[in-house]
């Protein structure tokens, strides 16, 4: 027999596979109070942030690579328009105790925050409270205090130099 969270992860790894930012946002939202169900969106949400891959990455800052670093930038805007930083911000609100979620959130909003786009820095600026209770909140964890310290590192930076 098929479960609703079946059906419902199975809509999610459709969408993952199509990089399919619209359902994804939609999925998390009507899924608001499932923390199962959101850590699992929210990984996929890293998995398709565009700058998650720290070589690949450091490699275009290193060979200046312009072509590359202009996707990366219209990729974080595109994940921005379709509402990525709002919805995290939501599960985290949403799931304050979860260690999970508020890494997760913190990760995405960290590789987000590796471009200088202005569009992208505004949706990230209004994340800086949300990150500092998830600090607060899990003093402990490991995840959660590095992800937020690289957010916020990215969003105070803005522009060049972003790690």
């Not at 999970?100 to 990230?124: P, S, W, Y």
Request: aromatic share 2%; net charge negative.
């Amino acid at each position: 027999r098929v479960t609703m969270s079946d059906e419902k992860l199975e809509r999610l790894q459709t969408a993952s596979k199509a990089k399919d930012l619209k359902a994804i946002v939609s999925l998390m939202r009507q899924s608001m109070q499932d923390a199962d169900f959101l850590e699992d969106a929210c990984s996929v949400l890293v998995a398709l942030s565009p700058s998650h891959d720290l070589v690949t990455y450091q490699r275009m800052l290193e060979t200046e690579d312009k072509v590359a670093l202009d996707k990366l930038t219209e990729d974080c805007k595109e994940m921005v328009e379709f509402g990525v930083v709002d919805v995290l911000l939501d599960a985290a609100k949403t799931h304050p105790s979860d260690p999970d979620i508020q890494e997760l959130m913190c990760r995405t909003l960290f590789h987000l925050g590796r471009t200088d786009a202005e569009t992208v820095n505004k949706a990230l600026a209004k994340s800086v409270d949300q990150i500092v209770k998830a600090m607060k909140s899990h003093q402990q964890h490991v995840g959660v205090q590095l992800c937020a310290c690289g957010a916020l590192r990215n969003i105070a930076v803005g522009g060049e130099n972003k790690g």
